[in-house]
């Protein structure tokens, strides 16, 4: 499950300076635009006759809120609003879903991840930035919202969905096997960095030796949280480099009093944004983690909030943003070390537990298995049949050892799952080297083997 509020923007903005106030006049608007804004401008800001207008001129990143669809966009950076469901993207043919929650409005219609919102109650979203259409899905529980769908398999359907609240934590967590803590984040909220802090705690008390921090689909959130996760990381010094309209700066991490392990994994992909890319840049620069996954969105801008006496907000780049050692984020993202075709989470976890195989010997992979596959291992010797369950085990990937039955027959060892493996989910067979031959001499070396079952 991943990056998850009721409505959660795919692309949330950093948050950096202070709320401003001033008189919320179009001069007033222009005035801080030419002073601090970061970004092109297409037009001639000077013939603006509306803040509209001048709005329009500015990077997809700027933008003017009301009162209401401030506080509807800041409660979808802290989790807390009745919504959809769905995690939403910008894209050129409308709003792409990225994700689906359970429990919540998504469950009453036929949402799937790849599907596009082309329409909202008549509207049509191709010309819609995200906080337009997260404006109209945002709303009082109960309320009636009318969707045109364009599916996956290229059919328009209509739907009318009743909006409920949906209230799922910003963090998870679970022990994976071998030790490995599992620990993902879905937003860059204000209490996110402690959130991971108290993950990262509870894991090590449950034996936790290693550790995995999921950021995929994460569109980010607030600049001093992306700081302070960021000084949780092994000789992770300066969180990035700031570009404002006026100067360059160098911007240390927050020390958090814990550190994770050296060569944790980081889990990224095309919805990693904002804070999550900040994150990311800044460890993959200072060699502070393993990087898994996809080139991440290319957002490397930073948002400003001035706010107005009759509560509306004017959001304004102010700044571009870079790795600690100049990598830069803007329209291009940030490559991970290791790109991975499938879940970066099964290769992140193969990888942590293969660390703790050195005397093991990796035979070839075997793809495309059917569920209902058997395994059997062939040696040179005739093997006891004394075999413990612990002397080979199948581990589900991103999860734990399976239940199997083991079977001796002269020199083959038959290996049957309990139940079915899962469809498109990536497993591990560990025949350790405890095994004994029928003179009572274990093996020279264990072995190991990646299994992907079919979809």
């Known amino acids: 499950m991943k990056k998850y509020t009721s409505m959660l923007l795919s692309v949330i903005l950093l948050l950096l300076l202070p709320f401003q106030t001033f008189a919320a006049t179009l001069d007033d608007i222009k005035t801080i635009i030419r002073s601090d804004y970061v970004g092109p401008i297409n037009g001639n800001l000077n013939s603006a006759k509306t803040i509209e207008e001048a709005i329009a001129m500015l990077d997809p990143y700027s933008d003017y809120f009301t009162k ?24 050129e043919k409308g709003i792409l879903i990225v994700e689906v929650v359970n429990k919540s409005s998504s469950s009453q219609s036929t949402f799937q991840v790849g599907d596009l919102i082309t329409e909202v109650n008549g509207l049509s979203t191709v010309e819609m ?44 967590t679970k022990l994976l096997y071998d030790n490995v803590g599992y ?49 949780m990381f092994p000789g992770a010094l300066y969180a990035y480099k700031m570009q404002s309209s006026t100067s360059t700066s160098l911007i240390k991490a927050k020390q958090q009093g814990i550190v994770f392990p050296t060569r944790t994994r980081l889990l990224v992909n095309r919805y990693s944004a904002s804070a999550s890319e900040m994150t990311a840049a800044a460890l993959l620069d200072q060699q502070s983690a393993i990087l898994y996954g996809e080139q991440t969105y290319g957002k490397g801008t930073m948002q400003s909030f001035y706010t107005f006496p009759d509560g509306s907000v004017l ?31 099964y290769s992140a976890h193969f990888d942590q537990i293969v660390e703790n195989l050195e005397t093991y010997k990796q ?38 050892a ?28 560990i025949i350790k080297p405890t095994i004994k031959d029928k003179n009572g001499r274990p093996m020279i070396k264990g072995h190991y083997l990646k299994v992907t079952v079919q979809k």
């Open 129 to 172: 930035s995200v906080e337009e259409v997260q404006a109209l899905l945002l709303n009082e529980e109960n309320t009636m919202i009318e969707m045109k769908i364009l599916k996956t398999n290229g059919t328009t359907v209509t739907e009318s969905i009743q909006l409920r609240s949906s209230s799922l934590p910003n963090v998870n």
């Open 402 to 429: 399976i239940n199997a039955s083991i079977e001796v027959s002269g020199k083959q060892l038959v290996i049957k799952p309990s139940s079915p493996l899962q469809k498109g989910r990536e497993y591990m067979v």
């Open 363 to 400: 035979l070839p992979s075997l793809t495309n298995v059917p569920t209902t596959k058997t395994f059997t291992i062939h040696f040179n010797k005739e093997i006891t049949a004394q075999i413990e369950s612990t002397d080979v085990e199948i581990v589900q990937l991103g999860g734990t």
């Open 183 to 231: 620990i993902s984040l879905n937003s860059f909220s204000e209490d996110g960095a402690q959130l991971v802090a108290n993950a990262y705690t509870k894991l090590l008390n449950q034996g936790a030796t290693s550790f995995i921090v999921d950021l995929q689909n994460n569109g980010g959130g607030y600049v001093l949280t992306a700081e302070r996760l960021i000084g």
């Open 315 to 345: 959001k304004l780049t102010i700044a571009e943003f870079f790795g600690p050692k100049g990598t830069i984020v803007k329209d291009i993202g940030i490559k991970p070390n290791i790109i991975t075709a499938s879940n970066p989470l």
């Open 68 to 91: 209401e669809e401030y506080e509807s966009y800041m409660d979808t950076i802290n989790n807390a609003s009745a919504g959809l469901g769905i995690v939403i993207q910008k894209h």
